[in-house]
């Protein structure tokens, strides 16, 4: 799919993904979710602490089965051509831990991924499918943290 291809409604739906995604990691700076909290250091959002903190409370909601059912893919490298592989999650990882992978997976297709080809931009009912179902993961997850305004920006 070519940038004039793309129209209104599906642009409006990467940028609401975009802006709420971003959203999400400031509130886990914020909520100090860090991966360092050594003063001095840069501030880097940790999904880990977060779902450490959360997974013992945390019950799979309609979207995040939809989410782990649709199997966000990540790109490797193929020879020939890249390729799509599903994510490696070990057995003993908990339902928050591995939705959080599949979130972070298609913010990371999004930005960095393939763009061609039926696993994505190729296929723009997926993509919504994937952007619009994180999306709704993305505020469960905001609530489950308690992040109010520093999520959603109403104090």
């Known amino acids: 799919m070519r940038g004039d291809e793309i129209d209104r409604e599906f642009r409006a739906i990467v940028f609401d993904f975009f802006y709420w995604f971003s959203r999400f990691e400031f509130a886990l700076k914020e909520r100090r979710y860090l991966k360092s909290h050594v003063v001095g250091r840069k501030a880097e ?35 020939p ?22 979130v972070r997976t298609v913010r990371n297709n999004l930005f960095h991924g393939g763009k061609h080809g039926l696993s994505y931009w190729s296929d723009p009912p997926r993509t919504r499918l994937l952007l619009t179902t994180t999306i709704t993961i993305l505020d469960e997850l905001a609530r489950l943290g308690g992040f109010g305004g520093d999520y959603d920006l109403y104090y």
Not at 52 to 68: D, M, Q, V
């Open 81 to 102: 051509d890249h390729d799509f592989e599903e994510p490696p999650i070990p057995e003993d990882t908990s339902d928050l831990q591995a939705l959080t992978i599949y």
């Open 45 to 79: 959002p940790s999904w880990k602490e977060f779902w450490e903190a959360h997974e013992g409370a945390y019950k799979l909601t309609p979207a995040a089965k939809a989410l782990i059912a649709a199997k966000p893919e990540r790109q490797i490298v193929g020879e």
